[in-house]
């Protein structure tokens, strides 16, 4: 037995020597080709202005510190994104627009719209919103694989709620449609946080309104969402119907991506297909692989139209991952298969953006609203990172005035 090399214990009776270990030599691995070394790379050429601005602007808002603490920078009263536990629940930490006619000055508005009366099993999706303000504060504005930072390279304002009117959908779909053809009219790209799915019609007849152009619509679910009516209403499995009847929105460049299971009435069925749209299951989505997939939604959204909208909801997503909605799901997307799709359809740019059926009541932990803020930054951050933010102006021709 070799005396120089450690002992280990065999199954066997006695002593054993150790075996070499053995270590593998890639030589084609260069750390400076990973995704990893050049967003390292990436964040050392970002700007710093905007964080030392607002660091500025908390101390001369918030007084500046106590003697007693060495960080100069820390004002007595919480201003901006620090502490992430502290301070007024705008979305990201983002200016509030107390004068909502002041949202042109920004790139991007958010609203939200507290509505759920269009839900037809589990409401509570009235307060999205604020749930997704709340747990929005757990994050930067800085992306590290993307290489971009919102607060640096972009302005985002919090315009506040849309005053809804509990049980009223009728008039909540005016108010709705209202709020959101002014941001669109500003020049501010909007993004809505829902609220139940019933708002996707007045989100787009918002915008649709505001221009002579054609929008496509990509729509990530688990369904159709095109029926007619539900219980005699435009109820949240309605959007699409209506939203396709404006005559700048055609059915042909509605694209809807993750349909399937068990909860896609037939009534919706029927009318997508006498309306030609384009539908792709899950399995459609793993045949094809992600950026295929993209591909081809974008192709269909974008055939013969000036702009595309997005809806996302979240039960879009496997409902194992997204506990807070009104119809889970089982066998949707995994986040990251959704996140990736998503920022590849974006990257083009959009005329706007919606997040709906975040219901906090049904959420564990905050992680379903937790999932909506990341498909708001993800596209977001995929505009920035590709030049595409503000596209959207161009289509607005006809904007309105209040």
Same mark, same amino acid.
């Given at each position: 037995?070799?005396?120089?090399?450690?002992?280990?214990?065999?199954?066997?009776?006695?002593?054993?020597?150790?075996?070499?270990?053995?270590?593998?030599?890639?030589?084609?691995?260069?750390?400076?080709?990973?995704?990893?070394?050049?967003a390292l790379d990436a964040e050392g050429r970002l700007p710093e202005t905007g964080w030392r601005k607002e660091q500025q602007w908390a101390l001369d808002m918030g007084l500046p510190g106590a003697d007693s603490i060495v960080d100069k920078s820390i004002p007595t009263f919480a201003r901006g994104e620090l502490p992430h536990f502290?301070?007024?629940?705008?979305?990201?930490?983002a200016p509030y627009v107390e004068n909502v006619r002041d949202v042109g000055k920004y790139d991007a508005?958010? !609203? /939200? @719209?507290?509505?759920?009366?269009?839900?037809? +099993?589990?409401?509570?999706?009235?307060?999205?919103?604020?749930?997704?303000r709340r747990i929005s504060a757990l994050y930067t504005p800085y992306n590290y694989e993307m290489g971009v930072d919102l607060r640096e390279q972009m302005t985002l304002c919090d315009a506040g709620d849309v005053f809804t009117i509990p049980a009223n959908l009728e008039k909540s779909f005016d108010q709705i449609s209202k709020g959101v053809s002014h941001v669109a009219s500003s020049g501010a790209l909007p993004v809505m946080i829902g609220g139940d799915h019933s708002i996707g019609f007045p989100c787009v007849r918002g915008i649709a309104e505001c221009t002579s152009k054609r929008i496509g619509i990509i729509h990530f679910d688990r369904h159709i969402d095109i029926q007619e009516k539900d219980l005699d209403e435009r109820m949240h499995t309605t959007p699409w119907f209506w939203a396709?009847?404006?005559?700048?929105?055609?059915p042909k460049n509605?694209?809807? !991506? /993750? @349909?399937?299971?068990?909860?896609?009435?037939? +009534?919706?069925?029927?009318?997508?297909?006498?309306?030609?749209?384009?539908?792709?299951?899950?399995?459609?989505?793993?045949?094809?692989?992600?950026?295929?997939?993209?591909?081809?939604?974008l192709e269909l959204a974008w055939k013969d139209a000036d702009a595309v909208y997005i809806s996302f909801?979240?039960?879009?997503?496997?409902?194992?991952?997204?506990?807070?909605?009104?119809?889970?799901?089982?066998?949707?997307?995994?986040?990251?298969?959704?996140?990736?799709?998503?920022?590849?359809?974006?990257?083009?740019?959009i005329c706007g953006l919606e997040v709906v059926e975040v219901s906090p009541p049904y959420d564990t932990s905050d992680i379903t609203a937790l999932f909506g803020v990341r498909v708001i930054v993800e596209a977001l951050g995929s505009m920035v990172a590709n030049g595409t933010l503000g596209k959207h102006k161009t289509i607005i021709d006809k904007p309105v005035s209040f």
């Open positions: 037995m070799n005396a120089r090399l450690p002992r280990r214990r065999s199954r066997f009776a006695g002593l054993a020597p150790s075996r070499d270990r053995l270590r593998r030599h890639h030589p084609d691995f260069s750390k400076m080709e990973t995704q990893g070394w050049k502290a301070g007024i629940n705008t979305f990201m930490k508005a958010v !609203l /939200g @719209i507290p509505f759920d009366s269009g839900t037809t +099993y589990r409401p509570g999706t009235r307060f999205g919103p604020q749930g997704v396709t009847n404006l005559p700048n929105v055609s509605l694209v809807q !991506l /993750g @349909i399937g299971g068990w909860q896609v009435p037939r +009534y919706g069925v029927s009318e997508a297909r006498k309306r030609d749209t384009n539908v792709l299951t899950i399995a459609d989505i793993e045949k094809f692989g992600l950026e295929k997939t993209a591909e081809i939604a909801d979240v039960d879009s997503i496997d409902c194992g991952f997204v506990p807070g909605t009104g119809w889970p799901e089982p066998g949707g997307f995994l986040p990251r298969e959704a996140l990736k799709i998503l920022g590849l359809v974006t990257a083009p740019g």
